[in-house]
């Protein structure tokens, strides 16, 4: 599995970890406490890159939470949109699971509500 978006790359490994990184998103990692005896050793040209490496099961389970957010806020077809637009193409690469079923997924919770108790 390997997803681009821009300069956004997320790919998993056979140690059943997804590696997430972001050329242009430096984060101040080397300011974290845990890090105050760490050396700074990236390359050349890549000082502002920055990346993780976390487990399948817990990524997959922040992007179950983060998808109820986003059908809940009423914006799935605008980013499949945005990800499957004509401005996007040349920009990614993945997700031929979301061009297989992107229309049924808009179509299907388009309309689905938050419960009624979570509506206030």
Do not use: C
Request: proline share 2%; charged share 30%.
């Amino acid at each position: 599995m390997a997803y681009l978006r821009g300069n956004n790359y997320i790919w998993a490994d056979a140690d059943d970890r997804f590696h997430i990184w972001v050329a242009d998103g430096y984060d101040n990692w080397d300011e974290a406490i845990w890090s105050s005896d760490a050396e700074d050793s990236r390359r050349a040209g890549y000082e502002v890159a920055s990346g993780v490496a976390i487990a399948k099961d817990a990524l997959d389970e922040f992007v179950v939470m983060r998808f109820a957010e986003i059908v809940s806020e009423g914006r799935l077809s605008q980013i499949v949109e945005r990800v499957l637009g004509p401005e996007a193409q040349g920009r990614n690469f993945g997700g031929d699971s979301l061009r297989r079923f992107a229309s049924e997924l808009t179509s299907r919770l388009s309309d689905l509500q938050p419960p009624v108790s979570e509506r206030i």
